[in-house]
């Protein structure tokens, strides 16, 4: 979805590195959401934020921080990464309707 | 531990083979539930959700599912499928009247032969 925007969209990096995965979103979406996709085992919820003031931890938030520095804008960050965190993470945002998801980045940590 | 599976991880049909895929929950009370499909390379788009009302929910493309409360179950459906329905489709729930916090399945790759 065009309104849900993720940078960068690929990245490779080394373990031990900090990285920061970035979202934007002109849905106007109070809610908003960061997921990763591995192989076999669907999407996994990291964090998830329901206004600017409102930071919750997902299933899977060990070795994550996010950070939602407006209502438009929520980056999820890897302090120290590791191989296992290699894979597709997606950003999301939510009204009634359902959740929107960006077009994910594909992330290698080596 | 509440989880929602899907038990078909690779599905291969011919064209203009009907599809069922399963989908069943472990969570009581109420719950909304979602099928997103995934194209090859490209993000999660929403097919359908049930949130209420008639449990047999029709979505675009031509999918259909059925949400069976008794047995937590919401599998999709579509009676003649298409080369270009191959993707990966994806389950998932969430809890109560918000649709925030989704749990999704492991997903299910379909791939159809021309």
């Known amino acids: 979805d065009a309104d849900v925007t993720q940078t960068p969209r690929n990245r490779i990096t080394k373990t031990g590195k900090r990285i920061m995965l970035e979202c934007s979103q002109t849905?106007?979406?109070?809610?908003m959401y960061w997921y990763r996709q591995d192989p076999g085992l669907g999407l996994r919820l990291i964090y998830y934020s329901f206004d600017v003031k409102d930071i919750n931890k997902g299933e899977i938030s060990d070795g994550y921080s996010v950070s939602r520095q407006a209502q438009a804008k929520f980056s999820l960050s890897l302090e120290s990464a590791i191989p296992n965190q290699t894979a597709l993470y997606f950003c999301?945002?939510?009204?009634?309707?359902?959740?929107?998801f960006g077009p994910g980045t594909r992330l290698t940590v080596l | 531990a509440q989880s929602v599976s899907q038990h078909n991880h690779h599905v291969i049909l011919s064209e203009a083979a009907s599809l069922e895929l399963g989908c069943n929950y472990s969570?009581?009370?109420?719950?909304?539930l979602f099928w997103y499909v995934q194209y090859p390379g490209q993000h999660l788009q929403l097919l359908l959700k049930y949130f209420s009302g008639d449990p047999l929910v029709k979505g675009i493309k031509g999918f259909e599912a059925e949400f069976i409360k008794s047995k937590f179950s919401f599998n999709l459906r579509k009676p003649s499928v298409q080369w270009s329905d191959t993707a990966e489709y994806f389950c998932?729930?969430?809890?109560?009247?918000?649709?925030?916090?989704?749990?999704f399945g492991q997903g299910t790759t379909l791939q159809v032969k021309p």
């Open positions: 849905k106007g979406h109070d809610r």
């Open positions: 969570y009581g009370g109420t719950v909304n």
């Open positions: 998932a729930v969430n809890k109560g009247s918000n649709t925030g916090k989704l749990i």
């Open positions: 999301a945002t939510s009204d009634s309707r359902g959740q929107f």
